[in-house]
């Protein structure tokens, strides 16, 4: 059944410890967690973007009556977020800061690459008024810390605004900026001509379209960006929209503080990449993708952006950023970017010298694990070189035997004498690790 | 939307935590981590069980043929593991030792008590010939060690034997023995009569009625039961058919040791208890079933047993239990058995004295992120009042005050100069911890 990975017990050691990385970082900054259910109402799920198309509908096999379409599963962390806000904001302080992993499900047809049930790591903080412009950098911030935490290679978060692109684009003379936004959002998809003749569809004119072009391939690593922009401005500017020209400032001192202030933090992590559109009409002002270095064809790995109102009503402007956590263990794993040191979490089998003597090997095992070190016992008394064997096989790099009082490293052979109440194994080998390879 | 449980950040903190001391047991004692996909082949998922009948069909939303019910969500855990270990068969070691914390789904009526989405935890040992009989008590001791270390109270895990019971049964005259089981398993529901009535109407004898009602009533906290069951046999034995009393002989010898190594593990915690009987066919040697002292109108919390074939084709024998963690996590909350020592993660607000000196702040929250402190930065500069009042509100223990480089437990007020470098909060507040209550 393609699109529903499933991991093997050391490959779900790696994935395990990428989201307990994640979960660490978020929490070290603050980020109180949360889990929403699973199935939220249609109609709440129901929406423009692309993922609200491939939502899966519930109905009771059993029920007599036909299937209504009322549940469905959630198809993103960002929707039931909304939803848990609104309902739960009597009880919640704001700015409320939460993270939250959890899977969610896409009625994608089946293709490469493609999954139609993965897990998500989303970071958001929101505000019941006014949300300041530092925690835009923030939660940039810790998302670079938290990707930089993983065994994968370095991740540039590339930054753009919403104010200063639709401050430009009405200058140069676009009206239907949402649309023009989703044309050059297709732009590594269909290139420059395609994105072109979309824009001539919609209306657009031909220098606009050059202006709009030429706006999307401006990028710098620090603000000088500002420099190619204002060249750029002077020379499309087309009408006097006083309130377009002020969005337009105003978003390039956001983009640029706000790539300073990322970089400060976390340096060579942050690019003002002025092509970066984002799909949803939902952003207004910072935009955020993410891309890993040698694995640009896996897209952004995280994305997110800030936005003037959370729910639908209006209200909870707030800022996020969300990361495809089965994508890129799918990568981690298939490109060998990391692997477990050891499937099974025990550091020690404890050999069985024959069934009458099973409870001295127990008791071993019990007085290792009341100093957490994971231990198991051999499931049968079988001669110690089959035992060893099982070890082997299981990927336990100790073996213990009772009667001699020895614990044998099985990869070297070294073998010592040892006391159940004081053994420590190597820090390295008490517990699976993920070891980047 | 009834029956889908969702917790307030504080009520994360508690169920968190219980999942992750359940994950903590189960790996000191060498169970490997698994997860499956939520979502199997209906066909698979069909079967006699009462869950079996609620199962979520998917549909996709969007799709314009009509909605197929070719996928479903498990409704347990067992279903996808047999699933798991017959497609990853060759690639584990056996016997095979794994435990799954993943939630599930059934399309019950919403009622009191009766979740839709809930978290479930299992632990199965699987072989892939025979399974060890000593291998049944280690996972009713891992299960009694992981509940003991929960924050409730003392669970007692009631143990009978298919086999015994079969044996019983069947020399009594008892023809249908799934049919009769099945009716005994009502017990608590109808009472004995309703269950006398079911058995009248399946063809079972009077005398083998009273037979099988005064087995259900023999219990013990070790193998002392073998007095009253012998009694009985002594009684009730009516026929002589050989295998069915082998079958009684063997169950016998196997409950009650099975109950002295449980108790000789964790004292106290197992009962030989004649009247367990667990719905399903599946099941062919031990039987659990866990009642929580003070709440047992939950009904059973911990459950499963022994069974031959984990696969529907046959092979695979093994042994498991099953927690009910949400149900669990609900009333260790509605009973106000333990609570969140705070709702968020940090342990400290990083006061802001003015927006130009927000970076100073920045450094302390890193320096004490970096030694693991969890640490967050006010939001805004304002008055130190309402800044202390916003960590009150969300329940953050201590602010520190950039400036006097000094750090304020706003609980007791005591304020003491600090270094960002060397401070250390009290080990009970550095991170949020469950409380038992």
Redesign the interface.
Known sequence: ?SG??????SE??V??SIIASLREVF?????????????E??SRL?GDSDAA???????????EDK?D?R???HFDLTVPFAR?VEE?AP???F?F??YQIQ?V?R?ERPQEGRY??FYQADIDIV?RETL?A??DA?VAIVMARALKALPIPKATIHMNNRRLVEGFYRSVGVTDVPGALRSVDKLDKIGSDGVRAELEAKGVSSTAQDAVLELAKIHSRDASFIGAIDDLWQTSFTNGDDEAEKLFADGVAELAALVNAVNA?VPGTAVADLRIARGLDYYTGAVFETVLEGHEDLGSICSGGRYDSLVAGGGFPGVGLSIGVSRLVGRVLSAGLASASR????AVLIAVTD?DS?GAS?AIA?AL?AR??????A??AAKFGKQIQ?AE??GIPFVWFPDAGEVKDIRSGAQESARADSWEPPAEDR?PRTVRT
Chains 1, 2 share one sequence.
């Open positions: 059944m529903f990975p499933e991991w093997s017990p779900r050691v994935e395990a929490a070290l900054h603050g980020f109180a967690e949360i889990e929403t259910r699973a199935v109402l249609t129901a198309k491939e939502i899966y509908a519930l109905s009771r096999l059993a029920a299937p379409a549940l469905g599963l848990y739960f009880s919640l302080v700015p800061r939460r899977k499900w009625g139609r049930e505000a300041p530092h925690l923030e933090a499937a099974v979490p025990s069934e099973r127990d019990d694990r957490g070190i994971p231990a198991e016992v499931p049968s099982h096989r299981r517990w």
